[in-house]
């Protein structure tokens, strides 16, 4: 979305509210049933400007370990300072500038859409769970192990080993 700050700009308004609707960007394995809501607003303190919003998004994916469907709610805060471009470049001559603090405002408009979208998809949980414990699947056959066990051997002898086994059968048998 595309944000007129121009009133804002002009001293005409103290704040800017901010309630929009934002489609995220695709990602592999993760379905977004709706669009994030966005809320929040600029404010203007005597100069210095500051954007501050929330994002709320639902999604569906699967767990990691067993493949189980997952449904859940991503929400995070978004806050940057709002600089006008003549004002970005005299930021970022500093020693200490980080460009991911800044939202630049090019006449009068302020688009962040690109970094509402980057911020969601770093917030995104790296691997997704149906719960903390899930104990995946039997490495055999698939089956969950949390619908109980399946009856396949899971102790396996390292085959470096076998020839060890043999040995001790050998004495067993003696």
């Known amino acids: 979305m595309i944000l007129d700050l121009r009133p804002l700009l002009r ?5 800017l509210e901010v309630d929009y609707t934002l489609t995220p960007p695709p990602m592999e394995g993760i379905i977004f049933p709706e669009p994030a809501r966005v809320t929040g607003k600029i404010t203007d303190n005597t100069g210095y400007m500051s954007l501050t919003l929330s994002c709320d998004v639902p999604y ?5 370990r067993c493949l189980a469907p997952v449904e859940g709610r991503l929400a995070f805060d978004f806050s940057r300072t709002v600089v006008d471009e003549k004002g970005y ?3 970022s001559d500093t020693d200490d500038f980080d460009e991911d603090e800044y939202v ?6 302020l688009d ?4 509402l979208e980057e911020a969601l998809l770093l917030e995104f949980p790296f691997r997704l769970l149906c719960r903390d414990d899930c104990p995946g699947l039997c490495p055999k056959c698939g089956k ?3 619908e109980g066990e399946c009856g396949c051997v899971t102790k396996e002898i390292d ?3 076998e020839i060890l086994k043999k040995l001790l059968e050998k004495d067993e048998n003696v």
């Not at 001293?11 to 704040?15: H, I, N, S, T, V």
């Open 60 to 64: 569906i994916g699967e767990c990691a």
């Open 112 to 115: 962040i859409d690109a970094q």
């Open 144 to 146: 969950p192990r949390a």
């Open 159 to 161: 085959p470096r080993f």
């Open 104 to 109: 630049v405002v090019k006449d009068g408009m």
């Open 11 to 15: 001293g005409e308004l103290p704040a």
């Open 89 to 91: 470049a005299m930021v």
